[in-house]
């Protein structure tokens, strides 16, 4: 074998060499938002289930901002090597880049790892909204052009786009009021400030069964376990579809073979009856998929947002 050759094999064996050795230190997972939410609690639970399979350290770090751009932005400047992790929502990943022009990352460039879950958004109303069914709710709204309004953690958050997805589906004209964050946009909701709003089901379940908020519908493709009488909002609104999945990614040119080693884990952790249980408690779906399914899923959710994003001429705040 010539040298030239022998140097190619080498290459070509060297990620291979690298999977088969990884982890030999701790593993650090970003996680652009605050901690407390779903996509701070998920990537918590995976990675405890990591550290007893392989005995390193996974640690999770909270890095907010800019709709989840900086700790993007952290990850896809670390090394490709499989010990700095991006933990996220679809902001950073499918939809930030048809809201923001001058992004300092390229989502694409990410090497996807697998969905770890996915939560449905759901329909919430103040009680005081006259709507007890998502057919009464439409109805009340076109016959009260203008009279209501939405509240989103902020001007390009999933919560606006999907508002904005209803809106246009259903041929409605509601007014949307952006908050800086969750838990304002909330308080909103149950105080009366704003009449709705769309969120995850993880953060919201309490006050629905609590009975301070209503559900009217889900936007997953089907009911829930968890709000069995809530119907999905496909069964009103054909084709609707809304969930917050939280997906792993590493930072490009990541060697495969370590993003699959990754993913492999990833889904023997959600095949355990512990994980089952803690995800069942978050109303949350395990999903597990391979990179390969995680790559072209991300494509088609960011073609499916930039379409709202257009049609409704979104821009960031």
């Known amino acids: 074998m010539s040298l030239r050759l022998l140097l190619a094999a080498l290459l070509a064996s060297a990620p291979a060499v690298q999977a088969q050795d990884y982890p030999a230190k701790p593993i650090k997972i970003v996680v652009p938002y605050p901690a407390g939410g779903s996509a701070d609690l998920l990537p918590r639970i995976f990675a405890e289930k990591l550290y007893a399979k392989w005995g390193q350290p996974v640690l999770v770090e909270n890095r907010p901002g800019a709709g989840g751009n900086i700790g993007a932005e952290f990850v896809y400047r670390a090394d490709p ?24 990352f390229d989502p694409a460039k990410f090497v996807p790892v697998g969905i770890m879950a996915a939560i449905p958004n759901v329909l919430l109303v103040n009680p005081k909204v006259p709507a007890r069914t998502i057919e009464e ?127 492999s884990a990833v889904a023997e952790a959600i095949r355990q009856p512990e994980v089952l249980g803690r995800l069942a408690a978050l109303s949350a779906e395990p999903v597990g998929d391979t990179p390969a399914e995680m790559a072209a899923f991300m494509k088609l959710e960011e073609q499916r947002w930039k379409g709202v994003i257009e049609r409704a001429r979104v821009k960031a705040d």
């Open 81 to 104: 090597d499989g010990y700095t992790l991006f933990a996220s929502a679809p902001g950073p990943l499918v939809v930030n880049q048809n809201l923001y022009r001058n992004l300092a």
């Open 137 to 263: 709710f439409i109805a009340y709204a076109k016959g009260n052009p203008d009279k209501l309004n939405y509240g989103s953690q902020g001007s390009g958050s999933t919560s606006h786009l999907t508002a904005e997805l209803f809106k246009s589906t259903a041929g409605l004209n509601i007014t949307h009021v952006p908050y800086k964050g969750s838990a304002p946009a909330m308080a909103a909701l149950l105080s009366g400030e704003i009449d709705l709003m769309f969120d995850n089901l993880g953060v919201t379940l309490a006050q629905v069964r609590a009975g301070k908020l209503r559900v009217l519908a889900v936007g997953s493709e089907k009911r829930v376990a968890s709000l069995p009488a809530a119907p999905a909002m496909s069964e009103v609104l054909s084709g609707f579809v809304s969930v917050a999945w939280f997906g792993i990614v590493a930072p490009p040119q990541t060697p495969a073979p370590i993003a699959e080693k990754l993913s």
